[in-house]
Every structure is written in structure tokens, then in C-alpha cells.
């Protein structure tokens, strides 16, 4: 199976995030575990409780800073440094091991619910996209993660009644798009029903989105732009911009037009708003891939000027944003979502 890919890094730059994907690959420390401590048993290290995604600060950063390695090494095949990332992710992406990250997702059900679940999803597309032998061996070890995920997301979404907006890990509409891309890449075609059945009873009958209320002081995530990056994969194109029009009327996007700044990178918090720009970036150019004309040609306007602003800010040498914010430059530069 090939995914298309719209890239537009250089190696040069592929290298740089490499580095720095490389550099929390197998950094246990500083840790902010996602766990549930049920008994004095339970106060284990990270490495013990997940042994395969303990790095990067937190569970869900270790799974796209993979996702970051497996993407860049199938992008770039003739990169100087592939057989030596290849090298490290074969120590890390072990059957025995891999079993036990699905086991302690089975156990703990609402672990990582959905923001860690959507990139562990979006790592399973692109181990399958990586079609030589060892890509092949990585991902039918990897299945049983993505099986448990999809099991845990195919019993909680009936029970969501309602969308989370925010900007921040919960929000849904990113995860409900990340999983989407997964249930049709792997053809699961239940999950995708499901999928685009709560989609559209969450977001549909969205109008005039108050693009004045955003953002907030810690967000990474624009809650508007990812709902509507999430409705172009649901809707045709035509219904999709009589869709967005409404959504955002005559397209006046208020404060989503000016790219943020950042007081303070060695505040975790405070860095979010880096990722603020490189996913208002993506998501503009997700909306324009569905979209043909003016409105097109705005969007990607925009798109350039958070995509300036957020690159030049992702690598600050502060760990507080560095062992996440590469990913999502990678994202943005080599069209993970788009069309």
C-alpha cells in the first residue's frame, strides 16, 4: 500500500528533525506518565509500564516522534543517516514488546483517549506504507496496538454524545480525523461508518464559528480549523464549501489570520502556541486541497504566513517543546493529512 505524500522538506531539513526525534527516542526522563496508580504495585517506571513508547516526555510524543522516524525514513530512502534510524526503530518496534503496549491499552481502556490514540493510528498508516520486508515485519508486529485502539474507539464513540472543542490534547475533531485516514487506508470499513456518522452529528449543522474566541494561552490546536480539516474528509467537495462558507461566513477568519507568538519557550505551556502556528498551517492547506478558487488561494496564503512563523520557532533547544514540536513541523511539511 503507497500513501501519497505532498513533500515539500528538504533533506537538510529532514535531518534536523531527525536529530531531534532521535535525541528523546530513548530519553525515559524527564517523564509525564498518563497512568492511573490503582496500588503501590503500580509505581513502576515508564520503561516497565510501556516499553516501547516510554520516551519524549509522555506516551503520546513517543508515539509520534516514531511516527516522525518511520515517515522521514520512507521519505527519504538515499539519507545518509536512514539504515542508521532504521537500526534504532527495529530495537524498538519488537513483537514481544509491542504486545505488551496493546495489553496495557486494553487494560486501561481510556489511557490516551483520543489524542494518543489518532497518532498511534497515524503510525500504523505509515508502517504500512513502508513496504519493504522490515517495514512489513514492523507493521504486523505493531497490529495488535492499532487492534486494541480501534477496539477501545469502536466502544467509547457511541457513548460520546458530544464534541469536545478545545485547544488542546481532548479535542475530537482531530482524532476523529486521524482515525478516519486510518479506517480507509486499512479498509476498515465499520470504523469509517462510525466515524463519519459521528462527524457529521457532531460538526454538520456547525454555522458561523466564533473565530474571535481563539486562541487561548496554551493552546496547540485551532478547535475551528481542525473541525473543518476534519469535514473536508468527510464531505464531497461541493457540499464541503457550501459547508465552510457557513461555517466560517464569507470567510472571515479573525483571529485565525495572525500567526502567535511565544513569551516563553522553557514554559511547557506557553510552547503550545509554537504548535498553534504549524497546525493552523496544516489545516489551511488541508481546507485548501478540498477547495478550488479564491478561497483557495487565501487559505494557503494564510497557510505560508503560520508555517514561517511556527518553523522558526520549532527547534528552540528548550525539551519542553523540542521533544514534541518536530513532529508537527514534519506533519505540516510533508502533507500528512492533505489530500
Not at 517495514?135 to 477501545?152: L, M, S, T
Amino acid at each position: 500500500m503507497s500513501v501519497h505524500a505532498k513533500n515539500r522538506m528538504t533533506e537538510a531539513e529532514a535531518t534536523r528533525f531527525v536529530n531531534l526525534a532521535l535525541a528523546g527516542l530513548n530519553r525515559e526522563f524527564p517523564n509525564k506518565p498518563g497512568h492511573v496508580l490503582h496500588s503501590v504495585e503500580d509505581v513502576l517506571t515508564p520503561g516497565e509500564v510501556t516499553p516501547v513508547f516510554f520516551g519524549h516526555f509522555d506516551w503520546h510524543s513517543s508515539v509520534h516522534g516514531h511516527w516522525t522516524l518511520v515517515r522521514l525514513v520512507r521519505l527519504f530512502p538515499k539519507a545518509e543517516w536512514n539504515a542508521k534510524v532504521r537500526a534504532e526503530l527495529s530495537k524498538k518496534f519488537q513483537a514481544d514488546d509491542l504486545q505488551k503496549e496493546a495489553d496495557y491499552l486494553l487494560k486501561n481502556k481510556s489511557f490516551e483517549r483520543m489524542y494518543g490514540w489518532a497518532w498511534a493510528l497515524r503510525l500504523g498508516i505509515e508502517l504500512r506504507a513502508l513496504e519493504d520486508e522490515q517495514g512489513k515485519e514492523w507493521a504486523k508486529f505493531y497490529r495488535p496496538v492499532e487492534e486494541a485502539i480501534v477496539g477501545n474507539a469502536k466502544a467509547y464513540l457511541p457513548k460520546l454524545d458530544w464534541p469536545i472543542r478545545c485547544g488542546f490534547h481532548p479535542e475530537s475533531s482531530f482524532a476523529l480525523g486521524h482515525m478516519l485516514d486510518w479506517a480507509r487506508a486499512t479498509g476498515d470499513e465499520g470504523f469509517e461508518a462510525l466515524l463519519l456518522k459521528k462527524a457529521k452529528a457532531f460538526y454538520l449543522k456547525d454555522i458561523a464559528y466564533p473565530v474571535r474566541y481563539e486562541p487561548s494561552g496554551n493552546d496547540f490546536f485551532s478547535a475551528g480549523l481542525n473541525e473543518a480539516d476534519l469535514m473536508r474528509r468527510v464531505l464531497p467537495s461541493d457540499e464541503f464549501r457550501v459547508w465552510l462558507e457557513n461555517f466560517f461566513p464569507k470567510f472571515d477568519l479573525g483571529n485565525l489570520t495572525t500567526p502567535v507568538t511565544v513569551s516563553d519557550f522553557e514554559d511547557g505551556h506557553l510552547v503550545h502556541l509554537v504548535g498553534l502556528n504549524l497546525n493552523r498551517a496544516w489545516n489551511l492547506r488541508g481546507i485548501a486541497s478540498a477547495l478550488v478558487g479564491d478561497p483557495k488561494e487565501q487559505f494557503l496564503k494564510l497557510a505560508e504566513a503560520h508555517e514561517k512563523a511556527g518553523l522558526r520557532d520549532a527547534i528552540s533547544g528548550h525539551y519542553e517543546g523540542d521533544h514534541w514540536l518536530g513532529t508537527f513541523a514534519v506533519y505540516l511539511l510533508t502533507g500528512g493529512g492533505e489530500k
